[in-house]
């Protein structure tokens, strides 16, 4: 028996947050080293250097600066994401004419997650934002190019609310919905391709292949996700964290000064942690939504 549409979405979205806290606990230092070398690439000499000053500058807790709206952001993203992605499902069922339930294509799926990337875009930006100001604060503030450095959470959202306003928390939304629709068609159609790869090669349906081709394929999924949309990503961080400075240009405008003046390589500064963190962070986040959602409609099948 399929559980009722409300109930289907509610587990989706519950598997999609146990997915999202995974997927931050495994990742956060990487995603922390990322956004520092996005936001200054001449001030580390590469990935090792910027981990290892910031663990010698601030401690550990320099790593984890960001995680409760890292979580905040992951939960609310990857929950929303889950739940549009069901939904999205079956609107593709409904155009592609096919049954509710039909199972779909691996391209369907991933068109049905590109779609579904739009919603969680609108939850994700304003928790982005607070976390890569925070994750690049430290060097803000030593590079004078901010009078005051603000540590938490709170005092980064009173700031935007005065010096920004409500609208404020959506600086940089433009370039996360334009970095999430490419970027997720990637994400879903290459773990969706791997998962079927696995099962093919395994003799067994998709959803039997077990523990480490999941993670295998999640990790996968999040490489080419991140290929795909780095040079993006990156304009995305520089424009949220130097707005804190004041007036900050859009997208194309940041984009054509980090080409000009810094050149390609600027634009993919930080690839290594991000290409690192990938398998471990999106193998579990894709772990965590699989196995929580099997579990909760486990419960429906009679």
């Known amino acids: 028996m399929a559980p009722h549409p409300v109930v289907q979405a509610i ?5 999609g947050a146990i997915g999202g806290t995974a997927c931050v606990f495994s990742g956060q230092p990487l995603d922390t080293a990322k956004v520092k070398m996005q936001t200054f690439p001449t001030l580390y000499r590469g990935f090792v250097h910027c981990f290892v000053s910031t663990y010698k500058q601030v401690g550990l807790r320099g ?6 709206p890292a979580l905040m952001a992951n939960i609310a993203e990857n929950s929303v994401l889950f739940m549009s992605y069901g939904f999205c499902q079956e609107v593709v069922r409904f155009v592609s004419g096919q049954e509710k339930g039909a199972v779909l294509s691996d391209m369907q799926k991933a068109y049905a997650g590109s779609v579904a990337s739009v919603f969680s875009s609108l939850v994700l930006c304003p928790t982005e934002l607070v976390k890569c100001r925070l ?8 590079s004078g190019k901010i009078a005051t450095s603000q540590n938490t959470v709170w005092s980064v959202v009173k700031s935007i609310m005065h ?5 404020g928390f959506f600086l940089g939304l433009t370039t996360t919905i334009a ?25 067994c349906s998709k959803d039997d292949i077990g523990v480490a081709p999941i993670v295998f ?4 999924g999040g490489a ?40 390609v390589r600027a634009l993919y500064s930080g ?32």
């Not at 790593?63 to 409760?68: E, I, V």
Request: charge should be neutral; charged fraction near 15%.
């Open 11 to 15: 587990i989706d979205l519950s598997a």
């Open 63 to 68: 790593l984890y600066q960001g995680t409760t």
């Open 135 to 142: 994750q690049a604060m430290h060097e803000m503030a030593t």
């Open 163 to 167: 010096n920004d306003g409500p609208a």
């Open 179 to 203: 970095r999430e629709i490419p970027g997720y068609f990637c994400f879903f159609g290459a773990y969706e391709l791997c998962r079927s790869l696995f099962a093919d090669y395994m003799h």
């Open 217 to 220: 394929s999640g990790g996968f």
């Open 224 to 263: 080419c996700l991140w290929l795909v949309v780095y040079p993006m990503d990156c304009v995305k961080s520089r424009i949220q964290v130097m707005s804190m400075t004041g007036r900050q240009a859009g997208f194309f405008k940041t984009f054509m000064h980090i080409f000009r003046t810094e050149g």
């Open 271 to 302: 690839l290594t942690p991000t290409m690192i963190r990938t398998f471990p962070a999106n193998g579990a986040l894709f772990l965590g939504y699989e196995a929580s959602r099997k579990l909760m409609m486990s419960h429906f099948d009679g």
